[in-house]
């Protein structure tokens, strides 16, 4: 190196300096290595005692009970919903998704009473699926008042 020129050293680191960068980028977007067995797949969310939600905040209610016979595994998906003339939802007021673990799964589904309408048809629905392929659904479950309200152990149907 004693014979280059002092201007062509600030080349070199730079061309130095760019390689490093380069090697570095290749090394942390390499892949991971792939695990021998697959991972579990993780819920969306999972149903959670009153106490991890915490209290019921003053300007939310509360429709809460018991989901039977859900498979383990299974995703289960209720909806709290306003329903048409035409049986068609219009509007979703809460939902919760939550994994069955073959007995009892309790519920709770949180709405604001404010967004609950006067005189509408309010239905509670729900299906369970898994891998995709709908299982299970819940026939609809009328709900008249905007209020706290057990609706006890919910049986769900083979579908269609």
């Known amino acids: 190196m004693g014979n280059l020129p002092v201007k062509d050293y600030p080349m070199h680191y730079r061309a130095l300096v760019v390689l490093c960068c380069a090697a570095l980028l290749a090394a942390c977007g390499s892949d991971r290595p792939k695990p021998d067995t697959p991972a579990a797949p993780t819920p ?12 019921l905040p003053a300007y939310q ?29 219009q509007r979703l007021l809460a939902s919760s998704n ?16 404010e967004a609950f309408p006067a005189g509408a048809r309010v239905e509670l629905r729900g ?3 898994r891998s995709g392929q709908l299982i299970l659904h819940l026939p609809p479950v ?19």
């Open 127 to 129: 299906r369970a699926s």
């Open 61 to 89: 209610r509360e429709l809460s009970g018991t989901l039977l016979e859900i498979p383990a595994g299974a995703e289960v998906e209720l909806a709290l919903l306003v329903i048409d003339e035409r049986d068609r939802p």
């Open 142 to 160: 009328r709900i008249t008042q905007a209020q706290n309200q057990a609706t006890g152990p919910l049986r769900f149907e083979k579908a269609p």
């Open 98 to 113: 939550l994994t069955g673990t073959g007995q009892a799964l309790p519920y709770q589904l949180r709405f604001n009473p």
């Open 44 to 55: 969306a969310r999972v149903a959670k005692p009153a106490d991890v939600l915490g209290p």
